[in-house]
């Protein structure tokens, strides 16, 4: 799934029947979808079950943040959606970390975000982190991630070239911030196009407005697809 089709989606809607109609329209022209906060505040397990019900794998992106004994419990609850990938932050720390991965069960992948694309050096500075870099912080979380036991993490395309460097080819990467040469940046600060993240090392690439708002969602998905030919 992940090597012949690295395209997630990302379903960055609180609409349900637009969700479940993307994930019909997109199903085999991506290799997952992924459901975040804004969806699934909104639907919960019901929505999350629609969408999945289509077919297409998911990436549950909650991203979990709290004292290891509530991500625990939380990650437990959340088993039941059986999601391909889900996510806590990095942040959370070790034990947190360690906590979460004892909690998941099946085939699911659990990750780390490490640094949000849209935060900058200038950010991360003003929030009281040590490192003086994205991609040194960045770093720096993903070994805790590594060490924790965890599948990978989700990274910037522009940290993900230490990451690469330090940990082994098996630790994933899942990357946001991916535009089209010709698309808008929006929120993102830190961005890359889809073939050079891919040329970074980037195993999952996460899109979404470039896909969900094209005239032609499945053109789109192809479109990029083939430019990483």
Not at 96 to 124: C, F, P
Not at 170 to 180: D, K
Not at 193 to 214: E, F, Y
Request: aromatic residues 4%.
């Amino acid at each position: 799934m992940i090597k012949t089709n690295p395209i997630c989606v990302a379903l960055d809607t609180p609409e349900l029947e637009r969700a479940v109609s993307l994930a019909k329209l997109l199903l085999g022209h991506v290799g997952m979808m992924k459901i975040g906060m804004e969806f699934f505040y909104a639907h919960g397990f019901r929505g999350y079950e629609a969408v999945a019900s289509t077919g297409i794998p998911i990436f549950l992106d909650m991203k979990l943040h709290d004292i290891p004994n509530t991500v625990a419990q939380g990650m437990k609850s959340l088993m039941a959606l059986k999601p391909a990938i889900t996510n806590i932050h990095a942040t959370g720390g070790l034990d947190m970390m360690k906590a979460a991965r004892q909690a998941v069960q099946g085939d699911t992948k659990l990750i780390a975000v490490t640094i949000l694309t849209s935060l900058s050096n200038e950010n991360i500075w003003a929030a009281g982190f040590d490192s003086r870099t994205t991609d040194g912080h960045a770093l720096n979380l993903a070994k805790l991630t590594h060490e924790a036991g965890l599948d990978g993490v989700v990274c910037s395309p522009l940290d993900l070239a230490h990451i690469r460097n330090a940990l082994p080819h098996q630790f994933l990467t899942v990357v946001p911030g991916i535009r089209p040469a010709d698309a808008a940046t929006h929120d993102q600060k830190r961005v890359a196009t889809p073939k050079a993240a891919v040329k970074a090392g980037a195993d999952i690439l996460v899109i979404g407005r470039a896909i969900t708002a094209a005239a032609d969602p499945a053109q789109a998905a192809y479109d990029i697809l083939q430019s990483l030919a």
